[in-house]
């Protein structure tokens, strides 16, 4: 097994990277969420970026060995194919809303009240979405490796993957059915499943603290980062879906991955902006290129 020491050091360089964009210089992240999409921006960037990468490759179907670890990434766009907003679509997220109004530290501490009327909309969409194919593909994926050779890390706050079957995985980026005390009391969170109409029907914690999303705000450390370090050291592949590359640190998981020896496979409309890291890129919606995408041996 490959010591995590060497895998640390390895990839030292990109989580500086991840630092500047989600601690002291979290703007860069901000910036690139609230700029507006390009134009002329469709799925043939992809083809474009396949030929800037002679290593990029489409296949039909990808085995997984008998002694293989799987890590997964999803992002965004696996749960836009359920039809939750992604953050830069013009109508999306975002739309209407300043982050550093609903999405920041400061934003919780100077207005609570507005940053649950956000979250209570978006517990609102969850709740009526369903998992789509790609999620179910994912479930069916762990259930033929089983859980021991098999991790999901998302970045999404949705249960999606959860309802569709995974058992085995982390959300990064905090849960949005789940509520903490915003002392960080030490107390865990707790499941939250309420629309809040007002301020004055959120709980407090025992230790007298108001109850604040389980979202990691910009700014915040994102959750589980030593397991999750631990589970990209220790893997032989790695799959990616939905994600744009860009936001920092699970863009650099795939170097990380990569710098350790793992395959790694990109599942999406179109080629990510770390595309280069990829071994393989897959185009296409992942509800219909990932159900029968991976082959897995002995099953």
Not at 133 to 152: D, Q, S, T
Request: proline content about 6%; glycine content about 10%; aromatic content about 8%.
């Amino acid at each position: 097994m490959r010591a995590l020491s060497s895998q640390l050091l390895a990839g030292a360089a990109f989580r500086r990277a991840g630092a500047i964009a989600w601690g002291e210089g979290r703007q860069a992240s901000l910036d690139f969420l609230l700029a507006p999409p390009r134009e002329g921006r469709t799925p043939s960037r992809g083809a474009e970026a396949k030929n800037c990468f002679s290593g990029i490759k489409q296949m039909d179907q990808i085995p997984i060995h008998a002694g293989d670890r799987v890590f997964v990434l999803t992002g965004a766009g696996i749960s836009a194919e359920s039809g939750l907003p992604t953050f830069r679509a013009s109508d999306g997220l975002w739309a209407g809303y300043r982050i550093e109004d609903v999405c920041t530290p400061d934003a919780w501490r100077r207005d609570p009240a507005a940053v649950w009327a956000f979250y209570s909309a978006r517990r609102s969409q969850g709740q009526k979405a369903q998992p789509n194919p790609a999620h179910v593909a994912l479930a069916e994926l762990e259930a033929k490796m089983g859980g021991e050779r098999f991790f999901l890390c998302t970045q999404n706050v949705d249960d999606l993957h959860e309802r569709a079957g995974s058992v085995n995985l982390v959300h990064m980026h905090g849960e949005l059915a789940k509520s903490r005390c915003e002392y960080e009391c030490g107390r865990p969170p707790v499941e939250d499943h309420a629309v809040y109409a007002s301020l004055g029907e959120v709980g407090r914690c025992p230790c007298g603290g108001r109850m604040r999303p389980h979202i990691v705000f910009f700014g915040e450390i994102p959750l589980e980062m030593p397991r999750i370090e631990r589970e990209i050291a220790r893997a032989t592949a790695m799959i990616v879906v939905g994600t744009s590359g860009s936001v920092y640190p699970a863009a650099s998981f795939v170097h990380w991955a990569r710098q350790a020896g793992a395959r790694t496979i990109y599942i999406g409309p179109e080629a990510p902006l770390n595309a280069a890291a990829f071994t393989n890129v897959v185009e296409g919606k992942a509800g219909e290129r990932l159900p029968g995408l991976f082959c897995v041996e002995g099953k």
